[in-house]
Nanobody
Framework: VQLQASGGGLVQSGGSLRLSCTASRESLDVYAIGWFRQAPGKEREGLSC????????YYADSVKGRFTISRDNAKNTVYLQMNSLKPEDTADYYC??????????????WGQGTQVTVSS
């Protein structure tokens, strides 16, 4: 599956952004889809994962209560609503297929990411 993230941008601390994840050639409704981010000089950080049916999502502690993942299978889109953004949320954000592995959630099949910059 080829995924593409969009919706990033520059926002002030405390602001909000909504990221979108789409697939041009396949239906997403059979996949669990999640988001991870990569900041310069930092390890990749898994953020969230939602099942194909939209059941109870997983959130990393760093974004729990601030970020909300959702999906609209009719629009073939998965969203990440990001509220109360902090400068430390600055990173490139990617959507990917996801599943719960032995050592935590795993993310695969990501495509082009979208850059989020939060100014203080």
């Amino acid at each position: 599956v080829q995924l593409q993230a969009s919706g990033g941008g520059l926002v002030q601390s405390g602001g909000s952004l909504r990221l979108s994840c789409t697939a041009s050639r396949e239906s997403l409704d059979v996949y669990a889809i999640g988001w991870f981010r990569q900041a310069p000089g930092k390890e990749r950080e898994g953020l969230s994962c939602i099942s194909s049916s939209g059941g109870t999502p997983y959130y990393a502690d760093s974004v729990k209560g601030r970020f909300t993942i959702s999906r609209d299978n009719a629009k073939n889109t998965v969203y990440l609503q990001m509220n109360s953004l902090k400068p430390e949320d600055t990173a490139d954000y990617y959507c990917a297929t996801c599943w719960a592995g032995v050592a935590g959630y795993e993310y695969h099949d990501w495509g082009q990411g979208t850059q989020v910059t939060v100014s203080s």
